[in-house]
Structure formats: structure tokens, C-alpha cells
């Protein structure tokens, strides 16, 4: 029997591969591709929830910054370092401009001082040495004709009253005299002695009738006060000691002078009038 090979031939079925689709599927296959389709829209409404699970369009989440504190030991100790490098250049500069002001300056700006070089300029003239008691019309005095014999004031403390004719002429040498009420209480006594010890051009002691409780003087300068610890004192004694002297620079620790106290003013040598009867020289101490 011989086979028909004309148009309408027996059809070859389709070729395809192991676990594949037909190669040549016909366009009636598309249903599957349909199929398909229903999986992306059931992915597409699947979407929503990888969002919800932290899916690709949701937003990253910023991570918290966890504040640890500012290094407050470090800061204090800079600042205080800051703090002492200010302290020790201002007062440098304070130092540099106080030196350059004069003595007279320093002396003025003292609060309470009272400048009788400038108010009563006559009291503190004399024009000889004198013997024997002399009058002040200032207590303690400040200036004027005094004895020939000096109080010594190499930092000298004396217990008891001394002539104020002395203690005169040891500021016109330039000393700074402390003075104070004779009932001042031992804990101040003691801390104006620690200001006098040990320094030259400095003695203290006891004024009777004082009308402030310290006095401290030197030729032509004094300031009152009620406390030794009044930081004025040290300010008068560095403003004024050996400044204001019309004999600057006359020693305090040699020749005649006096370590005796009383206020009755003893003379080394005799007044001019009796030095003749007593074969004594003028100018030559002579023992009391």
C-alpha cells in the first residue's frame, strides 16, 4: 500500500525536550503563560507583605547615637590651669606697673594716710639738734626738731615706752616707727613685732595715749589703724621706708644712738653749754 504524500499529509508531532515544555507549542499554549501571569499577580499582591517583613522598599532605620558624656575632668583641669596662667600674668603686670609708679604715688593711694609733707610742711622743719624734752602738736610725731641721738632701729621691739625725741630722729634716717596702745591685745602685739624683726630701719612700742590702736609714722607720713592685720601697714612700710627720710641712707645701727627706753630723752653727749665743764668734746659720744 502505497503512502499518500499530498497537502493534507499525516501532521509530525512535536518535538520537545526532557522536563521542558514543547518546543513548538501551539499559540493555544498561552493559558500556561496565563498561569504564569496569575503567579506575578500573586506575587504583586504577595508585595504589601515583604514590605511589611522589611521587603526592598521599606525605609532603613537611622541607628541611635549613644552620648557618652563630655571628659568633664579634663575640661575643669584646663580651666583651671587657664585660670592660674591669667592669675600669674596679671599679676605681673600689676607688679610691673606698681614699680613703675613712684613712692609718693604709692604713698598717696593709701587709703587714711595722712601726708603732712603736703599739709603742714613748717611742722616738720627744724634747724638745729635739741636737748631735753620737746613738744609736738602731733601724736605720735611725725617730723621737726628732735634729739641729737637716734633710737636704734635695726628692727628693734621694745616692751616699754620710748622718748619720742629718738624715735624722731630715727625717721629722719628713714626707719618707719610702729606704735600702739599699750593695752593692745598680745596676738596683735605679736603680729606687728613679726612686721618689725629682722628687717633694718624698723623699731615699734607702746605710745600712751594713743587715740587708735596702732599708729605707724615716718618723717612726714602717718596712717592709724585698728587691726595688725590691716594689709595697710604693709603697704605704708613698703611705700615708705627710707623714701621719705631727709637723711636717706644714715645708719640705724651705729654711732649714737639709744637702746634705752623711758620717755624721757637721754643724751649721749652733754648739751654744748656743759660740755666745757665736764672737758667733754662736742661730737664725742659720752656713757650717759
Not at 166 to 173: D, K, N
Not at 276 to 285: E, K, R
Amino acid at each position: 500500500m502505497s503512502t499518500s504524500h499530498g497537502g493534507g499529509g499525516s501532521r509530525r508531532p512535536p518535538s520537545t525536550k526532557p522536563g521542558g515544555k514543547p518546543k513548538d507549542s501551539p499559540v493555544g499554549g498561552s493559558p500556561a503563560k496565563k498561569a504564569g501571569s496569575t503567579g506575578s499577580a500573586a506575587k504583586k499582591a504577595g508585595a504589601p507583605a515583604k514590605k511589611a517583613g522589611g521587603g526592598k522598599g521599606k525605609k532603613p532605620i537611622t541607628p541611635v547615637k549613644v552620648n557618652a558624656g563630655r571628659p568633664w575632668g579634663a575640661i575643669l583641669l584646663f580651666a583651671a590651669v587657664g585660670a592660674i596662667a591669667l592669675g600669674i600674668i596679671g599679676f605681673g603686670a600689676f607688679a610691673v606697673f606698681q614699680n613703675s609708679k613712684s613712692w609718693e604715688d604709692r604713698a598717696a593711694a593709701i587709703s587714711g594716710i595722712k601726708n603732712y609733707r603736703k599739709s603742714d610742711p613748717k611742722m616738720l622743719k627744724y634747724e638745729k639738734h635739741e636737748y631735753g624734752s620737746l613738744k609736738y602738736t602731733v601724736a605720735p610725731p611725725v617730723g621737726g626738731t628732735h634729739n641729737p641721738n637716734w633710737q636704734r632701729c635695726q628692727g628693734d621691739v621694745y616692751n616699754a615706752p620710748i622718748a619720742s625725741e629718738h624715735a624722731v630722729h630715727s625717721m629722719e634716717h628713714g626707719a618707719v616707727w610702729i606704735t600702739y596702745q599699750p593695752d593692745l591685745a598680745k596676738s596683735e602685739v605679736d603680729k606687728l613685732a613679726k612686721k618689725v624683726k629682722g628687717h633694718d630701719y624698723m623699731l615699734m612700742s607702746p605710745f600712751p595715749g594713743l587715740d587708735k590702736k596702732i599708729s605707724v609714722q615716718t618723717w612726714g607720713y602717718q596712717l592709724k589703724v585698728d587691726s595688725a592685720s590691716d594689709k595697710r601697714i604693709d603697704e605704708f612700710v613698703s611705700a615708705l621706708r627710707e623714701k621719705s627720710a631727709p637723711e636717706q641712707g644714715a645708719t640705724c645701727t651705729a654711732g649714737s644712738y639709744i637702746t634705752e627706753t623711758g620717755t624721757t630723752p637721754r643724751d649721749l653727749q652733754p648739751p654744748p653749754d656743759q660740755q666745757q665743764q665736764q672737758g667733754g668734746q662736742p661730737g664725742v659720744p659720752t656713757t650717759p
